[in-house]
């Protein structure tokens, strides 16, 4: 690849007078980057991802499946966006609909057009990624980017995925341990603070990803005068270390947050 990681490749491709083509071929692959995407190229995940492993890609050219198994290497960035709560609960007053057109259609472009439907409707990929993350690759989960609430973890776990596009699958299962951490949170616009993730903070995949388990807490610290909650006159004006804690939990889909005061 462009960082100068490499790979060798073995196996072979049968084929009868170039037809019915399938693939027995395997891939071993050192530090290479198998992940260079951008939000506009996949909304649901992006990032930059180095991984060594093994990767299988066997069957017909109609129906490929790579098996993928891997670590991930070097410093990488896998974000995971969510919807923003605030547009879901939006809904706009008006909507604007383009008047019918009647547009002419050449039989023989329709004829094609479909031919060429049931041709690509027949492929079907499939990846099956067992994954060992290690504590180089930063997940940032974008709780409300908009907002400014993101989730940046570090940490380990096993981790499995099934993805088929022409049936619309897209299933993750495992368990992620966060070792370290932030999460930048944000109130109405206005209170901005940095919690610090404490070890044994989790994430559980279950199947779809949005029905994921989170098990978050942090802490910000900072120093207060107390007089507004304590009645000890000895101590009202003394500025307290007080730890402010943070929990994330239940689904990644609809999180919750729980406040704490020490």
């Excluded at 007053?93 to 023989?108: A, R």
């Excluded at 207060?224 to 007080?242: G, H």
Aim: glycine share 8%; net charge negative; proline share 3%.
């Amino acid at each position: 690849d462009r960082f100068g990681g490499s790979g060798t490749i073995s196996g072979g491709i049968t084929f009868n007078n170039f037809k019915k083509v399938e693939l027995d071929t395997h891939l071993h692959v050192t530090d290479i980057e198998c992940l260079n995407t951008s939000a506009k190229d996949n909304p649901s995940f992006y990032g930059s991802v180095f991984a060594s492993g093994d990767v299988g890609i066997t069957g017909p050219l109609q129906s490929v499946l790579l098996d993928i198994n891997a670590s991930t290497t070097k410093a990488g960035t896998l974000h995971i966006p969510l919807a923003s709560a605030s547009k879901a609960t939006n809904s706009n007053l008006l909507s604007f609909y383009e008047p019918e057109k009647v547009i002419y259609i050449d039989p023989y472009d329709m004829m094609m057009h479909k031919a060429a439907t049931q041709t690509s409707g027949k492929n079907d990929l499939r990846v099956k990624l067992q994954i060992n993350a290690t504590p180089n690759l930063e997940g940032l989960v974008e709780l409300d980017k908009d907002a400014g609430n993101v989730l940046s973890t570090f940490g380990y776990g096993n981790i499995a995925l099934d993805i088929r596009p022409s049936r619309e699958v897209f299933n993750i299962n495992g368990d992620y341990n966060i070792t370290k951490g932030s999460f930048h949170f944000v109130a109405l616009g206005i209170a901005k603070k940095d919690f610090t993730l404490t070890e044994g903070s989790n994430i559980k995949f279950n199947g779809n990803i949005m029905d994921s388990d989170l098990n978050v807490k942090g802490i910000y610290t900072t120093k207060t005068s107390l007089s507004t909650l304590i009645v000890d006159t000895s101590s009202v004006s003394a500025r307290k270390t007080v730890e402010c804690g943070i929990g994330i939990s239940d689904k990644l889909k609809n999180p919750r947050l729980e406040f704490s005061i020490d």
